[in-house]
Nanobody
Framework: QVQLVESGGDLVQAGGSLRLSCAVS????????MGWFRQAPGKERDFVAA????????TYGDSVKGRFSISRDNSKNTVFLQMNSLESEDTAVYYC???????????????WGQGTQVTVSS
């Protein structure tokens, strides 16, 4: 049974930082691309960042480039999202997901976590 469990969401002031984690079990972690998506109320789920199985390749959504950083620890089956210079527009539920290809497209991701809430106050 595949499980992805996000943690680290919180209420933070604009300009602050947060680090999200996603612990994965039930799959060969290093063989999967890991991605982060987010969904604000009333909006579609949008791509945030993704990282290859080796960790050598990453890609980011335009709105988070230069502020967010994705990384992974294959020894702990965990992926991270470091979020700096947070803005009120970053408020959303953040989801981690696993895919077999490095992709920005939601439908390419096979497994999903339940999400963690990030709220940025201005």
């Amino acid at each position: 049974q595949v499980q992805l469990v996000e943690s680290g969401g919180d209420l933070v002031q604009a300009g602050g930082s947060l680090r999200l984690s996603c612990a994965v079990s039930g799959l060969s972690f290093r063989r999967y691309v890991m991605g982060w998506f987010r969904q604000a109320p009333g909006k579609e789920r949008d791509f945030v960042a993704a990282i290859s199985g080796s960790g050598y390749s990453t890609t980011y959504g335009d709105s988070v480039k230069g502020r967010f950083s994705i990384s992974r620890d294959n020894s702990k089956n965990t992926v991270f999202l470091q979020m700096n210079s947070l803005e009120s527009e970053d408020t959303a539920v953040y989801y981690c997901a696993a895919a077999q290809v490095l992709s920005v497209t939601l439908r390419n991701y096979d497994f999903w976590g339940q999400g963690t809430q990030v709220t940025v106050s201005s």
